[in-house]
């Protein structure tokens, strides 16, 4: 059963350390967290003290460490694919670890890399791991117990982060901003592309045609991938601290910004993205994942944070409410019913999303909404004369 849920929207109720983002729940941790990633109903931890931590996120208000696999270094990035978890740990390589069981995940394999592993991503039957400071070695997994070493691309200078997009490897490479290596052929990856960001890139992400660089120059860059051979940074938005590392999920960028927690970033203008909210995290918040209706945080010596973010776009208007009860629209049985005495006259009503965008017209009466996903949405009352508008805010659940 749909029910919804009416506030007026007042100037100044929201703390001062957060905008448009709530806090749902945490998972504390004594140790040092630095990665994350989620993968259906668990959230998977890169600990620099404890290896590879598995917390249960079925229920986002109470995650729960369900299991952890001790491994021999620190655990600087995960990638997760079915059964398996990929560990970037540092000296000692890529360590393969089956999660099958959750509660008892158990190291099956690994490959040992020269040099610093510090991230990992993968595709298909292949992992990518970043050896700091400068080499991409490509790893098959086809059996992950027996991962074996195919090829790598060196001379990259100080790599940290890596995205796979089609047959494109994108790293953040510290000063020397984002490199573009052709995996085409897994074999002999080639760089085929430069970008210099002008500062310190650490993480990376891919969304279409676009790959978002987070900078520790407190920015986080926007540069074209359409033509891999060529990209170009197109925009930029300043963030408050350190941008360690990057999501992206619709038409918004997640950004981990170190010690001002987590920040949101509208890139639906690619060219001029626009913080729309944020929120301070208890730790340092160092990596960041989006799935569905919550963002994840590796919060450092905090553990895990999870969020959500509930829309940006609507201006929060105060406005005195009149002597005695004011009618208010009400749903029943997915019907949201507007009554005819609180719409005045020479106004419109409409029901707009989280994002500003217009969702139907309301009409005085019963207004079907029952096919409307859960979620923020806001009811605009606009008063022609006045020239002003009254906001309320609904929040549809199930």
Not at 239 to 256: D, K, N, Q, R
Not at 321 to 350: D, F, H, N, Q, W
């Amino acid at each position: 059963m749909l029910a919804l849920c009416l506030s007026s929207l007042l100037v100044g109720i929201a703390p001062a350390d957060s905008l448009n983002v709530r806090l749902i729940g945490s998972c504390g941790s004594k140790s040092r967290v630095v990665g994350v990633v989620v993968n259906g109903n668990y959230a998977y931890l890169a600990d620099e003290d404890s290896g590879l931590r598995i917390i249960s996120v079925s229920d986002p208000a109470h995650p729960l460490e369900v299991g952890h696999c001790v491994t021999p270094d620190a655990a600087e990035g995960v990638a997760v694919d079915g059964d398996y978890a990929y560990v970037a740990d540092f000296h000692s390589g890529m360590r393969v670890i089956s999660v099958s069981d959750p509660s008892h995940p158990v190291e099956v394999a690994y490959y040992d890399t020269p040099a610093f592993a510090m991230s990992v991503a993968r595709s298909g039957i292949y992992a990518y791991v970043v050896d700091a400071p400068e080499r991409l070695y490509v790893v098959s997994i086809a059996d992950p117990a027996n991962p074996i070493g195919v090829g790598f691309c060196d001379k990259l200078g100080d790599a940290k982060g890596v995205a796979l997009n089609g047959e494109c490897a994108y790293v953040a490479d510290g000063d020397s901003g984002l490199r573009i290596i052709s995996v085409a052929d897994p074999a002999h990856p080639t760089e085929v592309g430069y970008c210099n960001t002008l500062g310190y890139a650490w993480g990376v992400t891919v969304s279409g045609d676009y790959a978002y660089v987070a900078d520790l120059e407190s920015k986080l860059r926007v540069v074209s991938i359409a033509d891999p051979a060529h990209p170009a940074e197109v925009g930029y938005c300043r963030v408050s601290g350190l941008a360690y590392g990057v999501t992206v999920l619709g038409e918004c960028a997640y950004v981990a910004d170190g010690d001002s927690g987590l920040r949101i970033i509208s890139v639906s203008d690619p060219a001029h993205p626009t913080e729309v909210g944020y929120h301070d995290t208890p730790g340092e918040a160092l990596c960041v994942a989006a799935v569905g209706d919550y963002v994840y945080v590796a919060d450092y010596l905090a553990g895990l944070e999870i969020y959500q973010f509930y829309g940006g776009g609507i201006e929060e208007n105060f406005e005195p409410p009149a002597a005695g009860p004011k009618p208010t629209p009400t749903i029943v049985r997915g019907m949201l019913r507007v009554p005819a005495s609180s719409v005045m006259r020479g106004a419109s009503s409409v029901l707009l999303d989280a994002a500003g965008r217009k969702i139907m017209e309301l009409q005085p009466g019963a207004n079907d909404v029952s096919g409307l996903a859960p979620g923020v949405y806001f009811v605009r009352e606009a008063r022609a004369q006045a020239q002003a508008q009254a906001v309320r805010k609904l929040v549809l659940t199930r």
